[in-house]
């Protein structure tokens, strides 16, 4: 019984310790928790954000929750209204709040601040062999899934199909893994996103089904990027799925970027892009698509950056565009 007591109150002190160490790190002024907006369950966003939240709890000291909420778009409202500390978004969607334009039907969303680059996102699609479905040009009159409300899949893919001239007889809007059990049941012909390599979900669906890995071609690509400049042309290799062994897989890809409310602290800012950028391994163990996170691609931001990360890049000797440097 003297042992057990002993145990336990070496258990406590240890945790005491380590919270205390925790706490000790905060500065005053630093928010004590943060929140990060992430997408649903089953996406890379929900898989990165953990990584992220475990890097700023280990190497930044403070306590972070990952929320579900719909992408980019919605971490876009989210960040900008105050309800969430960081949030994941893709170019097009957070441009697209910060001008008005778009989803954001003429209401600017200003008050997001863009602090360090993530990953290309590679736009995607899957559907089982035994469709006869290849490509995007196949999917017409199809039922497809391209997400939940709110992320760039739904936003965007409904907008590369009507660029190519493709007509679905269904678009559905849920989650990855909801999307993949309905495909699977024969409620849909298609499943798309647009998520950093790998897909997770594919290499899931691979171990017990034949399906073909499904992109845009090149001259599709062309037509929507001539319309939304902020997209670029992508290719997935060949050999990157078990499904695309021999072939790459044209498509289109838009790099993701990690936002914060403008008035995040700067001093706190600074000292998260720091520490991600010095302890990226972590992220790289969560997700593969971390192996991008670099500072380089941070001139690519489509809005201004938050005066915590310029200080960051400039001291790196990155030239910041003047357009990203806030009024």
Same mark, same amino acid.
Not at 92 to 117: D, S, Y
């Given at each position: 019984?003297?042992?057990?007591?002993?145990?336990?109150?070496?258990?406590?002190?240890?945790?005491?310790?380590?919270?205390?160490?925790?706490?000790?790190?905060?500065?005053?002024?630093?928010?004590?928790?943060?929140? =990060? +907006?992430?997408? !649903? $369950? @089953? /996406?890379?966003?929900?898989?990165?954000?953990?990584?992220?939240?475990?890097?700023?709890?280990? &190497?930044?000291?403070?306590?972070?929750?990952?929320?579900?909420?719909?992408?980019?778009?919605?971490?876009?409202?989210?960040?900008?209204?105050?309800?969430?500390?960081?949030?994941?978004?893709?170019?097009?969607?957070?441009?697209?709040?910060?001008?008005?334009?778009?989803?954001?039907?003429?209401?600017?969303?200003?008050?997001?601040?863009?602090?360090?680059?993530?990953?290309?996102?590679?736009?995607?699609?899957?559907?089982?062999?035994?469709?006869?479905?290849?490509?995007?040009?196949?999917?017409?009159?199809?039922? =497809? +899934?391209?997400? !939940? $409300? @709110? /992320?760039?899949?739904?936003?965007?893919?409904?907008?590369?199909?009507?660029?190519?001239?493709? &007509?679905?007889?269904?678009?559905?809007?849920?989650?990855?893994?909801?999307?993949?059990?309905?495909?699977?049941?024969?409620?849909?012909?298609?499943?798309?996103?647009?998520?950093?390599?790998?897909?997770?979900?594919?290499?899931?669906?691979?171990?017990?089904?034949?399906?073909?890995?499904?992109?845009?071609?090149?001259?599709?690509?062309?037509?929507?990027?001539?319309?939304?400049?902020?997209?670029?042309?992508?290719?997935?290799?060949?050999?990157?799925?078990?499904?695309?062994?021999?072939?790459?897989?044209?498509? =289109?890809?838009?790099?993701?970027?990690?936002?914060?409310?403008?008035?995040?602290?700067?001093?706190?800012?600074?000292?998260?892009?720091? &520490?991600?950028?010095?302890?990226?391994?972590?992220?790289?163990?969560?997700?593969?698509?971390?192996?991008?996170?670099?500072?380089?691609?941070?001139?690519?931001?489509?809005?201004?950056?938050?005066?915590?990360?310029?200080?960051?890049?400039?001291?790196?000797?990155?030239?910041?565009?003047?357009?990203?440097?806030?009024?």
């Amino acid at each position: 019984m003297k042992r057990l007591f002993i145990l336990i109150g070496l258990v406590a002190f240890s945790v005491t310790l380590s919270v205390g160490l925790c706490e000790a790190q905060v500065k005053p002024g630093w928010p004590k928790s943060v929140t =990060i +907006g992430a997408a !649903p $369950v @089953g /996406g890379v966003y929900f898989v990165w954000m953990g990584g992220f939240a475990k890097l700023l709890h280990d &190497k930044v000291g403070v306590p972070a929750n990952v929320e579900t909420t719909g992408g980019p778009v919605h971490n876009t409202q989210l960040v900008d209204a105050k309800q969430l500390d960081f949030g994941g978004v893709t170019a097009a969607p957070v441009w697209e709040g910060w001008t008005g334009e778009g989803w954001a039907k003429g209401k600017k969303h200003q008050n997001t601040r863009v602090i360090f680059p993530m990953y290309a996102t590679y736009f995607q699609m899957y559907a089982l062999k035994k469709t006869g479905i290849k490509t995007i040009h196949d999917l017409n009159g199809k039922s =497809i +899934g391209v997400g !939940p $409300v @709110g /992320g760039t899949p739904a936003t965007y893919w409904p907008k590369i199909l009507e660029a190519a001239g493709v &007509k679905p007889g269904r678009i559905t809007n849920a989650g990855s893994s909801d999307l993949n059990s309905q495909l699977k049941d024969g409620m849909l012909d298609a499943n798309g996103q647009s998520v950093g390599l790998p897909w997770g979900l594919i290499n899931e669906v691979e171990t017990t089904h034949d399906v073909n890995v499904i992109g845009v071609p090149k001259a599709d690509a062309e037509k929507f990027i001539a319309k939304y400049p902020l997209f670029a042309p992508g290719v997935i290799p060949k050999g990157y799925y078990k499904s695309n062994k021999d072939y790459d897989v044209e498509t =289109i890809t838009v790099w993701n970027f990690m936002i914060a409310h403008k008035d995040v602290p700067g001093d706190f800012v600074y000292e998260v892009v720091k &520490k991600t950028f010095e302890n990226v391994d972590i992220l790289i163990a969560t997700h593969a698509s971390a192996k991008e996170t670099k500072p380089e691609p941070i001139i690519f931001s489509p809005t201004p950056l938050h005066p915590g990360a310029i200080r960051y890049y400039r001291e790196k000797g990155i030239k910041i565009p003047d357009k990203l440097i806030p009024q």
